[in-house]
């Protein structure tokens, strides 16, 4: 598709009998073909060789992994901060926009959502695996014990504990409510064991006025309250690190930085899966060069906020002149160097430059360079967190440098294939796009053609005008 096409494909969706724009929309649920079954075995086979991988360490030790005196946390840890970080793509694209009326929001929101969802799922179970004992994680629950053991709540992982979890059961619920309405759709179209399903799953909504009214006044107050849960989530997530007194890492400013590097991958992340899924399901009409375009502002925004912040840390530092900070940012310019020019090319010199364009913005073949290179660049920043404080430590005697082994990427492989698999298995069964909101959008909302130039505006009923005149 051409990067300037007009936008023609919304009038060619609104004027569609709502059969033809239910098998359009539903595409992921109706076709299954031989692409789907071979990403779901490479990817089980992934999963289940990182699995294999995980059990040989819990058997053999921690002592297989890179860790070692003084860097005990590394690609596990800077993996956790990652996933979370990606997370906040749902929050930001359904919420965000969701309260502020974003008329463009429908065909995004459904994939954001569950992008927020699965990779929550990940992020989850990355300190559980980092854990030497993982079957000794029901000591970080608080349950009732003979032995008195309760979970220590001074420490910051245990905030983790409660803050992911709270954030992964508001974010399962928000996407389970805004899948009601196209669940109910479903069941109305299926037959059999699916019809079967979906009937449990839609709770019997019927699209009465009243059903209605409760579930957009339930969709707006979800909406309301994952927003400040996101924001602490990946708030907590910082403190881990700012906590300690520990070198580079022991800041005021980690909260808001963390927040605004999470937003940043997460708007890439949602890129990268909207393009995929425009491709692979063939909603050309439906993910349009405009989705891209403001996906892209958006993203631009984030580029410069986060420069902002990276900037920040090293003026800080700059100023404070702490011999042991300065040291683990003498380090950038030694053995993490190569890490280091990722970061900064990844995140701010590609991107920032080609999102200027709006015809990159509105293509969306231009559009996945700069997004998988601002993942690329968001993971090397996750690894110059976590490493290099914990590798120049206060005393010198002890500094070490850290690489992964084999057995670290196996298993973050096999954590990568389980979202993956998540994905493709969610997108089979249930509604990736949010065909409601979208047979909403096209209800109260018209293209207009103003000079050069297609907008959006709100719908006239045919007629209207002439009765007017």
């Known amino acids: 598709m051409s990067a300037e096409a007009p936008r023609v494909d919304d ?142 709540m001074r420490s910051p992982l245990m905030w983790d504990a409660m803050a992911i979890t709270t954030y992964l059961i508001g974010s399962l619920t928000f996407l389970y409510v805004g899948m009601i309405p196209d669940l109910a759709l479903l069941r109305d179209k299926s037959a059999g064991w699916r019809r079967k399903f979906y009937s449990a799953l839609s709770l019997g909504f019927r699209g009465t006025h009243a059903q209605w009214r409760r579930y957009h006044v339930t969709s707006t107050l979800f909406a309301i309250l994952i927003i400040p849960v996101a924001v602490s989530v990946h708030s907590i997530v910082s403190w881990d690190f700012a906590m300690a007194k520990v070198p580079g890492w022991h800041s005021t400013i980690f909260a808001p930085y963390f927040v605004v590097g999470a937003i940043f991958s997460g708007i890439a992340g949602v890129v990268i899966v909207m393009a995929i899924l425009r491709k692979a399901f063939r909603l050309e009409s439906v993910l349009t060069p405009l989705h891209f375009d403001n996906l892209g502002k958006l993203l631009c925004t984030m580029t410069l906020l986060w420069g902002y912040f990276y900037f920040t840390e090293f003026l800080t530092v700059w100023y404070n002149r702490n011999p042991e900070e300065w040291e683990v940012f003498s380090s950038y310019a030694g053995p993490y160097l190569p890490l280091f020019l990722t970061m900064i090319v990844c995140n701010f010199i590609i991107p920032f430059p080609m999102l200027c364009l709006k015809r990159v913005r509105r293509s969306v073949s231009l559009i996945l360079v700069p997004a998988c290179s601002i993942v690329t660049g968001m993971y090397a920043e996750r690894l110059l967190i976590v490493i290099p404080s914990l590798a120049r430590r206060n005393d010198p005697f002890i500094w070490a440098n850290y690489f992964p082994t084999w057995v670290e990427f196996s298993v973050m492989a096999g954590a990568a294939a389980m979202f993956v698999l998540l994905y493709m298995l969610f997108a089979k069964f249930f509604p990736i796009m949010a065909i409601s909101d979208i047979k909403e959008r096209l209800f109260h909302t018209t293209d207009r053609t103003i000079g050069g130039t297609t907008v959006e505006s709100i719908a006239q009923v045919e007629g209207e005008g002439e009765a007017h005149a």
Request: proline share 4%; aromatic share 14%.
């Open 11 to 152: 009038h060619h969706l609104a004027h569609t009998d709502e059969a033809a724009m239910f098998e359009r929309l539903s595409r992921s649920n109706l076709v299954t073909t031989w692409k789907w079954y071979l990403g779901v075995a490479v990817s089980g086979a992934v999963l289940l060789w990182g699995l294999i991988v995980f059990l040989y360490m819990a058997m053999v030790g921690m002592g297989v992994t890179g860790y070692n005196r003084p860097v005990f946390w590394g690609l596990y840890e800077a993996s956790l901060v990652f996933w979370i970080g990606l997370s906040h793509s749902g929050t930001l694209i359904s919420a965000i926009l969701r309260l502020t009326h974003a008329t463009w929001r429908a065909p995004v929101l459904r994939g954001a959502e569950a992008m927020t969802a699965f990779t929550l799922m990940v992020g989850g179970l990355i300190p559980i695996i980092h854990l030497g004992r993982n079957w000794r994680v029901y000591y970080a629950l608080p349950y009732p014990s003979s032995r008195e053991l309760w979970p220590n």
